[in-house]
């Protein structure tokens, strides 16, 4: 079973940027699978960040301020994140999937640690 290590997280100023990574081990993904980004606030469900297949989907309150890509010869993906604001503040996920409709759903067995994003103002 592949394991999601994702690290990038830290506290930053709102109109900062930072770049979250999402490396997995124990199986190589063919660029046939997608990666999706998620998070979750504090006392808030987990909620759809990005997605990228041969096609990016993102959520509303990140389109045009985040931007997801990927290294399949890594087995990585990146969540490049610019100009953050305090309500992007929460743990960020990842996770793998063969299509954007299973990533949107956002229903794994599994998850990462995820790394926190602390956005001040």
Do not use: H
């Not at 994702?6 to 081990?25: F, I, K, N, W």
């Not at 990005?50 to 969540?79: E, M």
């Amino acid at each position: 079973q592949a394991q999601l290590v994702e690290s990038g997280g830290g506290l930053v100023q709102a109109g900062g940027s930072l770049r979250l990574s999402c490396a997995a081990s124990g199986r190589t993904f063919s660029s046939d699978y997608g990666w999706g980004w998620f998070r979750q606030a504090p006392e808030k469900e987990r909620e759809f960040v990005a997605a990228i297949t041969w096609r990016t989907v993102y959520a509303d309150s990140v389109k045009g301020r985040f931007t997801i890509s990927r290294d399949s010869a890594k087995n990585t993906v990146y969540l490049q994140m610019n100009s953050l604001k305090p309500e992007d503040t929460a743990v960020y996920y990842c996770n793998v999937a063969p299509s954007i409709a299973t990533l949107r759903a956002g229903i794994f067995d599994s998850w990462g640690q995820g790394t926190q994003v602390t956005v001040s103002s």
